[in-house]
T-cell receptor, first 114, second 113 residues
């Protein structure tokens, strides 16, 4: 299996622009997670889905952030408009349905908003 | 609110020694606790999971303990190797379903040959 796939790997944009991050989970994984990682705050859970349905989005920082999962093999995280404080590494992870299963992380998207 | 603390200072040890990393938490009793490894520029990789009713879990050279009274987990790497050099993250489940995890900032480990 190729593992969790994220694109792009790096994104540099200017403040006010729309940013779309993409994720393909591991086939057969029912759960999908979006995280943000910064030096100061570490890894923070933004939102997670189960069977394509958003279960908990309490970590989404503002209305500027939105996430969708139109099917079992694809999810997007969108920031509109982007701000410099959104600069971070964004990770997507997926896991199997059993409770004791761990999360498998993608390589991340490094976002820099100028 | 839930809080997790890991050794903020980097840990430097000699090859062959045992590395011990600490994860302390407050304000909650997690049902699950996990340890991950993260290399520069990459996503975290799962190492071990321990449940609240388990005191200890082992996997090859790795050992995790979970003391719910002290609210502490210890992560040990025995016979450490330079390839073990990485940042190690502790993650706690705070919703009881092992999905909603709160993460420590991680401890950087350097194993010197």
């Amino acid at each position: 299996d190729a593992g969790v796939i994220q694109s792009p790997r790096h994104e540099v944009t200017e403040m006010g622009q729309e940013v779309t991050l993409r994720c393909k989970p591991i086939s057969g994984h029912d759960y999908l997670f979006w995280y943000r990682q910064t030096m100061m705050r570490g890894l923070e859970l933004l939102i997670y889905f189960n069977n394509n349905v958003p279960i908990d989005d309490s970590g989404m920082p503002e209305d500027r952030f939105s996430a969708k999962m139109p099917n079992a093999s694809f999810s997007t995280l969108k920031i509109q408009p982007s701000e410099p404080r959104d600069s971070a590494v964004y990770f997507c992870a997926s896991s199997l349905p059993e409770t004791q299963e761990t999360q498998y992380f993608g390589p991340g998207t490094r976002l820099l908003v100028l | 609110s839930q809080k997790i603390e890991q050794n903020s200072e980097a840990l430097n040890i000699q090859e062959g020694k045992t590395a011990t990393l600490t994860c302390n938490y407050t304000n909650y009793s997690p049902a699950y606790l996990q340890w991950y490894r993260q290399d520069p520029g990459r996503g975290p990789v799962f190492l071990l999971l321990i449940r609240e009713n388990e005191k200890e879990k082992r996997k090859e050279r790795l050992k995790v303990t979970f003391d719910t009274t002290l609210k502490q987990s210890l992560f040990h790497i025995t016979a450490s190797q330079p390839a073990d050099s990485a940042t190690y993250l502790c993650a706690l489940d705070y919703a009881g379903n092992n999905r909603k995890l709160i993460w420590g900032l991680g401890t950087s480990l350097a194993v010197n040959p």
